[in-house]
């Protein structure tokens, strides 16, 4: 955020990294909740190629995306948008994620 001048969460994080977006949620949700962006649009993967991804050669459990969501949701964000096979991967998912703000 310091390097690209932010004051505050972005609005809007959109990420494209290859499986490790399952990383980068469990950041978010770590993070303090006003450093968490608003709206999140992910390419999420459920089987990996990439060698740097803890999970390479595998597909992502039924159990493992159910616990994705739940955290997500224990953060404050719900699903908004779900667009499957985007792009012509058939292991990916474009999900938009927005926080609920009460």
């Known amino acids: 955020m310091k390097v690209a001048g932010l004051r505050g969460p972005p609005t809007l ?7 490790h977006e399952y990383e980068l949620f469990r950041s978010i949700a ?3 909740e006003w450093l968490r962006p608003e709206q999140m649009a992910i390419e ?3 089987h990996s190629w990439m060698l740097a991804t803890p999970w390479v050669h595998r ?6 995306l159910a616990l994705t969501a739940a955290m997500l949701h ?9 667009n499957d096979a985007a792009n ?15």
């Open 88 to 102: 012509g991967c058939h292991t990916c998912t474009e999900v938009l994620c927005g926080r609920v703000l009460c």
């Open 59 to 64: 597909l992502k459990g039924a159990a493992e």
């Open 13 to 19: 994080l959109k990420a494209d990294i290859e499986g």
């Open 30 to 32: 770590a993070a303090p």
């Open 44 to 46: 999420m993967h459920y």
């Open 74 to 82: 224990a953060s404050g964000y719900m699903l908004l948008d779900r």
